[in-house]
T-cell receptor, first 114, second 115 residues
Framework: QKEVEQDPGPLSVPEGAIVSLNCTYSNSAFQYFMWYRQYSRKGPELLMYTYSSGNKEDGRFTAQVDKSSKYISLFIRDSQPSDSATYLCAMSAYMDTGRRALTFGSGTRLQVQP | EPEVTQTPSHQVTQMGQEVILRCVPISNHLYFYWYRQILGQKVEFLVSFYNNEISEKSEIFDDQFSVERPDGSNFTLKIRSTKLEDSAMYFC?????????????FGNGTRLTVT
């Protein structure tokens, strides 16, 4: 079983739709959960970060973590064509010297149609 | 907004040659990382670096790889004898601390093509 699983898509939605992106993980040591957005030929850009179960909202984005199910989600409301990108979930564990390196999902390619 | 810069954006090299990929992390950041992404695959961790030494490395980071912070601003990844399978995007990242709420900032990557 892979440590982090993410549906690669592509996911195509009309402008204004609510988008749901998901990842599952198997390593119960993961405590920190992030969502990155990656445009073509660019580096990953941090969108959302959380380390507790529950919801965290930032503008049109909501990150949800369910540690008991080992499942995280990113919701995008009122999606825009500019949201078209690859969305990467990433997570890390904690060790004595601080947060460990990130483990990424494979990314979901999102296309928002105008 | 400060950003991580990487040079060159694209590097083509022949198998067996040495390459050095360069990064300038954000100026007040203390922790530095290299990740790579083979075309169509996941972003994978290579190595983290703090206080002039490696703090963590993955299985990918074997003896062919090395990192260095030669001065106060640059952070480099050297591949001594490149293989075809080293072809990938290499991303440098930095963060101010390893605290749980310190975000990791990525550069736009160097595309390495080994022929």
């Amino acid at each position: 079983q892979k440590e982090v699983e993410q549906d690669p898509g592509p996911l195509s939605v009309p402008e204004g739709a609510i988008v749901s992106l998901n990842c599952t993980y198997s390593n119960s040591a993961f405590q920190y959960f992030m969502w990155y957005r990656q445009y073509s030929r660019k580096g990953p850009e941090l969108l959302m970060y959380t380390y507790s179960s529950g919801n965290k909202e930032d503008g049109r984005f909501t990150a949800q973590v369910d540690k008991s199910s080992k499942y995280i989600s990113l919701f995008i409301r009122d999606s825009q064509p500019s949201d078209s990108a690859t969305y990467l979930c990433a997570m890390s564990a904690y060790m004595d010297t601080g947060r460990r390196a990130l483990t990424f999902g494979s990314g979901t390619r999102l296309q928002v149609q105008p | 907004e400060p950003e991580v810069t990487q040079t060159p954006s694209h590097q083509v090299t022949q198998m067996g040659q040495e390459v050095i990929l360069r990064c300038v992390p954000i100026s007040n950041h203390l922790y530095f990382y290299w990740y790579r992404q083979i075309l169509g695959q996941k972003v994978e961790f290579l190595v983290s670096f703090y206080n002039n030494e490696i703090s963590e490395k993955s299985e990918i980071f074997d003896d062919q790889f090395s990192v260095e912070r030669p001065d106060g601003s640059n952070f480099t990844l050297k591949i001594r004898s490149t293989k075809l399978e080293d072809s990938a995007m290499y991303f440098c990242a930095s963060t101010q601390s390893r605290a749980s709420d310190s975000p990791l900032h990525f550069g736009n990557g160097t595309r390495l093509t080994v022929t």
